[in-house]
């Protein structure tokens, strides 16, 4: 979905059109439902920057639309502008009390219906900056196989350790074979699953923050099970985007372990991070496989600018593929290349110990503190 559309609300078609006229004038793109239920499946779904909703309709009012949407966690912070010929004060309030953003009375001179929708997207991107703190690092691999869940979770370890006064959340959006619980050598269940088994409806901080364990290093994270994939709840956009909303409000950093895959909720995910590391083998395969995955995320509307190259290589013959080569051939920055440990990478998964907490020197240590300061800025080493 575009960043522009507006989602307008009447059951006069004639209205509708009048209304989308005006707003298209302005380069809007327009979404329009004629009754309150559509209303809120479409405000759900497709979630726009901004809702225009009449009043009086047959089926349920706009009240009671706004009032609906103002409790799912989807919908509740998108503004609403109640458009409609009722103009005493108690209509008004009733307006407001429902949730309501703004009030316009029809008719309306196009000028100030834009004026009134320009103002409140203002105002919207002003309090999503307050309201979002955290800042959302998606680690995304071309292929399964390549090390990324655990690349993820030493970048994650090592951005505790150089912001220790920052509140930071690993989350493993895996449907199953998660790792991460296993690369700490710890005992528990695939926590984010009970939680995609409830509707999204009943999801808030108090479960999400229940769901969440706590590694020694002070890292939080949302783990998966290592049972195999399909065993579970399979998570959708609608789940995926509620708890990164729930967890970005009370963490600064919400890294992403995501799978190879552009399903609903994993693209949710990446179009919600503000910055993608995307893995890649040292090889031609996966330089044409990384092709592919770019071209995804523009054809998702994700962004593919958001995406930074991280070279894993595995064998020491695997060096062939040169920045200049890699960077080239994507039109995309690379940060790093991590170079092949088999001896670290053996002693890790035997001791159920991260490589940064083993060696915190080494090199693979050090490429790691290079990602952090290529996204987050200055670590010391």
Do not use: W
Not at 239 to 264: E, G, I, M, N, Q
């Amino acid at each position: 979905m575009e960043p522009n559309h507006i989602l307008i609300v009447d059951d006069d078609v004639d209205a509708l059109r009048l209304v989308g006229m005006m707003l298209e004038r302005e380069g809007f793109k327009i979404l329009a439902a004629a009754s309150g239920q559509q209303a809120i499946e479409k405000a759900i779904a497709e979630q726009p920057v901004l809702i225009i909703l009449d009043v009086m309709m047959p089926d349920m009012d706009g009240y009671q639309v706004a009032t609906q949407l103002r409790k799912h966690p989807a919908t509740e912070t998108i503004p609403i502008l109640m458009f409609t010929a009722k103009t005493t004060v108690n209509d008004k309030v009733a307006g407001f009390q429902a949730g309501a953003d703004d009030y316009l009375t029809k008719p309306v001179h196009p000028t100030e219906l834009v004026s009134r929708v320009q103002a409140l997207l203002q105002r919207s991107r002003r309090a999503g900056t307050e309201v979002g703190r955290g800042q959302a690092i998606a680690f995304l691999p071309t292929k399964g196989g390549l090390g990324t869940s655990s690349l993820a979770l030493n970048v994650a370890l090592e951005l505790k350790k150089a912001y220790p006064d920052k509140q930071t959340v690993l989350v493993e959006l895996h449907d199953g074979k998660g790792t991460l619980a296993l690369q700490l050598g710890m005992n528990v269940p695939g926590s984010i699953q009970t939680l995609a088994g409830r509707p999204v409806t009943q999801l808030n901080k108090d479960l999400v923050n229940d769901s969440l364990v706590r590694h020694t290093s002070g890292l939080h994270l949302l783990l998966s099970t290592h049972q195999p994939s399909g065993t579970g709840q399979k998570f959708t956009r609608e789940f995926a985007r509620t708890v990164l909303r729930l967890l970005s409000t009370d963490y600064d950093y919400v890294l992403l372990d995501l799978p190879a895959a552009l399903d609903d909720a994993t693209a949710e995910a990446l179009r919600m991070s503000g910055e993608i590391v995307l893995t890649l083998d040292a090889n031609r395969i996966g330089l044409l496989l990384a092709q592919a995955m770019i071209e995804g995320l523009d054809r998702h509307n994700i962004g593919a600018y958001k995406a930074k190259i991280v070279l894993i290589n595995r064998t020491p013959a695997a060096a062939s593929l040169t920045r200049q080569d890699i960077e080239k051939t994507l039109q995309h920055t690379m940060i790093c290349s991590i170079p092949p440990v088999p001896d670290l990478a053996y002693e890790s998964a035997q001791s159920g110990r991260p490589m940064v907490l083993i060696q915190p020197r080494s090199l693979v240590a050090q490429q790691i503190r290079l990602i952090i300061q290529t996204i987050v800025g200055k670590v010391e080493s």
